[in-house]
């Protein structure tokens, strides 16, 4: 009974916070759309109103915002704009498409890198690799199909929400060096002053509403995705191996299809959840197996 606490602290305490944070960024795209503006000005207000708790956060856990190198500064800034991008395209295609894909395809960067990988080693998959390659591909096509039979906007959302997994493995890719190097906060907060400005300029370009009426879905998301989500993520991910994080990772559209049906009378048929079941078995495999390379 005295080893009662400390099994909590060292299993299912990390348990718990990598499903929360799953969950909650799964309702980061709701939220979108409920914010009353515009959906890339609802990701500025998501970087931007984290922003600071983000700062503090890495002042709190003695991660410098400072003392760093100016290549360093450049190649997180960089990211930073990769970033938001990103989250441009993401929150676009959320507005076109039904909440399970938008996490899904938003999600598949780990397809992405392991097709990188691949280029830059210059050679095939195999092992695990070709299975997860391969239901990724079947499991897209299908959700992708459906789409298109229910509108062609929502094909093209599916579409933003895809380049939006493009953009996040790029991200990724240019912040490799960085991760090592650097603190989850302080990377965060660093990063985040370059999406800001990014998606503050193409709100506008968009011609979007910037200023909201009621701040409440936008405070939340920033909450909830920004800090919470990110947050549980940044303390879980280091006490599992990369299968149960990618296993993890099927919380997030199964928390999305509830939401979409429950509050947008998103009905999902069978071949819909056959389609997730493939990308998700995809990407948790894709996180399993992809070879660890340099950007």
């Known amino acids: 009974m005295e080893q009662a606490p400390g099994h909590f602290r060292e299993r299912l305490l990390p348990f718990a916070a990598l499903i929360g ?24 207000w998501r970087v ?11 002042h709190v856990n003695g991660q410098p ?9 450049l190649a997180v800034l960089l990211g930073g704009v990769f970033f938001g991008f990103d989250i441009a395209s993401w929150h676009i295609g959320i507005g076109e498409t039904r909440l399970a894909n938008a996490v899904l395809f938003g999600n ?40 298109l039979e229910i509108s062609q906007a929502n ?10 997994g493009l953009l996040y493995a790029g991200y990724l890719l240019i912040l490799h060096d960085a991760r090592k190097e650097l603190g989850s906060w302080s990377l965060l907060t660093l990063s985040g002053f370059a999406s800001a400005p990014v998606l503050l300029g193409t709100a506008l370009v968009l011609g979007e509403p910037v200023w ?12 909830s995705s ?13 006490h599992f191996p990369p299968l149960v994080i990618g296993i993890a990772l099927l919380t997030q559209p199964a928390v999305a299809a509830v939401v979409g049906w429950f509050v947008f009378d998103e009905i999902l048929v069978p071949l819909d959840f056959l389609g997730i ?15 660890r390379v340099r950007a």
């Open 48 to 58: 931007a109103l984290a922003l600071p708790f983000l700062a503090l956060m890495a």
């Open 155 to 164: 094909l093209v959302g599916d579409l933003f929400c895809l380049l939006a």
């Open 277 to 291: 079941a493939l990308v998700g078995s995809g990407l948790a495999l894709a996180k399993a197996t992809t070879p």
């Open 21 to 44: 944070g799953n969950v909650a960024l799964a309702l980061g795209p709701w939220l979108v759309r409920l914010a009353d503006s515009g959906a890339v000005s609802a990701g500025f």
């Open 226 to 238: 920004q800090l919470v989500g990110q947050g549980l993520l940044v303390y879980a991910l280091r």
């Open 212 to 223: 909201p009426t009621d701040w409440t879905p936008l405070i939340v998301l920033a909450f």
């Open 108 to 147: 598949s960067g780990s397809i992405i890198l392991m097709l990188w990988a691949f280029v830059v080693l210059r050679r095939l998959p195999n092992g695990r690799e070709w299975p997860a390659i391969i239901a990724a591909l079947a499991g897209a096509a299908i959700l992708l199909g459906r789409s």
């Open 65 to 73: 915002l400072t003392k760093i190198s100016r290549k360093m500064v």
